[in-house]
Nanobody, 124 residues
């Protein structure tokens, strides 16, 4: 059973930072696409980054330059804004999923395996 567990969420003031992590276990294959998404109540799940099998990361426009996300969880979310408030999820699928579309355009149905999420709240 594939399992993904996110951690590192919390409450910060605008301009602050958090370290989000995702631990993946029991994935059947050595290589996979790891995606990060976020969702606010009443809206769809928004893709913010994908980490491809060579370790490189592709970012959505909304977080590029502020978020650093890697498969070894050397992650950092810098210069957080109130608009970044959301539940953050990581997801896994086959390696080709990282190339099907830009991170911004990815949808919930594009990934088979999901974590339970970690809440990020940014106050002004």
């Amino acid at each position: 059973q594939v399992r993904l567990v996110e951690s590192g969420g919390g409450s910060v003031q605008a301009g602050g930072s958090l370290k989000l992590s995702c631990v993946v276990s029991e994935y059947a294959y050595a290589t996979y696409c790891l995606g990060w998404f976020r969702q606010v109540p009443g809206k769809g799940r928004e893709g913010i980054a994908v980490i491809v099998s060579d370790g490189s990361t592709r970012y959505a426009t909304a977080v590029k330059g502020r978020f650093t996300i890697s498969k070894d969880n050397a992650n950092n979310t810098n210069s957080l804004k109130p608009d970044d408030t959301a539940m953050y999820y990581c997801a896994a699928d086959g390696p080709l999923q990282c190339y099907t579309d830009a991170p911004d355009a990815l949808k919930r149905d594009d990934f088979d395996y999901w974590g339970q999420g970690t809440q990020v709240t940014v106050s002004s």
